[in-house]
């Protein structure tokens, strides 16, 4: 919106030319989503406890845990808001990437949304049911891989890239809208699976976002991506303001969510930044390095598989609770050290993921 305005000034001063770096506007992004998180983040959280939104506790669970009951939930619509508020101020609204990534965060949050509300204000345990869940998230999914697939103006926008290789590169055909899927769906599940500790999903979230925006802007940019040996995909680099919102927005989150949390995030924030990471990976097309970044989404994803297909075909748990971060709590572990670890694992992996930049 913000760009509109400065190319017409532009006309009477050439100052404000200086708006159409991305760099630039990726920092305003997160300055502003920031700053939104600061001054709403209070303000929401009084209005929370005022509706008593708070969260339930699994009777089954830490102990510890017992403590955090009645905490404002759904706290990540700051996130959702602030993303949008802060994209739509400073990002190139005719790019189409910028409307798919919204579109999918939005649609998201409005899954996560009701799924939260039925939980917290209506008192329904089972929240959004599990059909009807799958079939929205499939449903934005499926629409975001078929309209990548359909504008897409090179066949680098639909081949798969291996890391770590110069050429490597698979031209997947239809099957470019099945791994879509699959990447938005299990990134947006992986990361709600994830937010069960104070802080534990949205530092990974930043870092892996704050990551991909590199990639977004090699990829947007002719020079790099050549020197790289990744796929130019043209207007791939104005999703680093998004991405800047992101991070912004999640930092401001994390200030009252950091332990012990005044406020959680629900699922309407973390099913959406999940999809926002899958979508967002899909468009500079690094499903793989994703996968590695978010190691800690998968491991926690994975353990839960482990846990259920041991139960059903043995009746015996591998883990004494699933997700991982329960066992280690149920071990004696601090919340904080659980976290902080976790964290760490994730600083490791986003280091790993972008040496593949360089690594070919």
């Known amino acids: ?17 200086v708006l159409q770096y991305i760099t630039l506007r990726a920092i305003m992004s997160v300055l502003t989503a920031l700053f939104i998180a600061f001054f709403v983040g209070p303000i929401m959280i009084a209005k929370l406890r005022f509706y008593q939104v708070g969260q339930s506790i699994r009777a089954d669970g830490p102990k510890s845990h017992l403590s955090k009951a009645g905490t404002p939930t759904m706290g990540g619509a700051l996130i959702v808001v602030a993303i949008i508020l ?49 079939l929205w998230q499939s449903v934005g999914a499926l629409g975001a891989a078929v309209v990548l697939y359909a504008t897409a103006q090179s066949p680098a926008e639909t081949q798969l890239i291996v890391p770590f290789f110069k050429s490597v590169s698979i031209n997947l055909g239809l099957f470019y809208i099945v791994l879509t899927y699959f990447v938005i769906t299990g990134t947006s599940n992986a990361v709600n699976l994830t937010d ?123 883990f004494r609770m699933a997700p991982i971060h329960h066992h280690f709590e149920l071990k004696g572990w601090a919340e904080p050290k659980i976290i902080v670890r976790f964290w760490i694992i994730t600083v490791i992996l986003v280091l790993v993921g972008l040496a593949t930049l360089k690594i070919r």
Not at 5 to 12: F, T
Not at 102 to 119: E, P
């Open 196 to 318: 069960g500790l104070d802080g534990l999903a949205i530092m990974p979230t930043v870092l892996v976002a704050g990551a991909l925006g590199i990639f977004a802007y090699a990829t947007g940019h002719t020079e790099f991506s050549s020197y790289l040996h990744i796929p130019y995909i043209a207007g791939a680099g104005e999703l680093m303001v998004m991405v800047a919102a992101v991070c912004g927005a999640g930092l401001g989150f994390l200030w009252f969510n950091t332990y012990p949390a005044q406020v959680f995030m629900g699922d309407v924030g973390a099913l959406s930044l999940g999809a926002m990471l899958g979508v967002m990976a899909v468009i500079v097309r690094q499903e793989i390095v994703l996968f590695i970044m978010g190691g800690v989404f998968v491991m926690e994803t994975v353990s839960v598989m482990m846990q259920v297909a041991s139960f059903k075909l043995t009746g015996r748990r591998i």
């Open 86 to 134: 802060s994209t739509l101020l400073w990002a190139n609204l005719e790019n189409r990437f910028v409307w798919v990534t919204l579109g999918v965060l939005t649609l998201f949050a409005a899954i996560g949304w009701v799924d939260d509300w039925r939980k917290v204000v209506q008192k329904d345990s089972r929240g959004l049911p599990a059909r009807w869940k799958y």
């Open 1 to 17: 919106m913000l760009l509109w305005l400065a190319d017409y000034l532009a006309e009477y001063n050439k100052g404000f030319l």
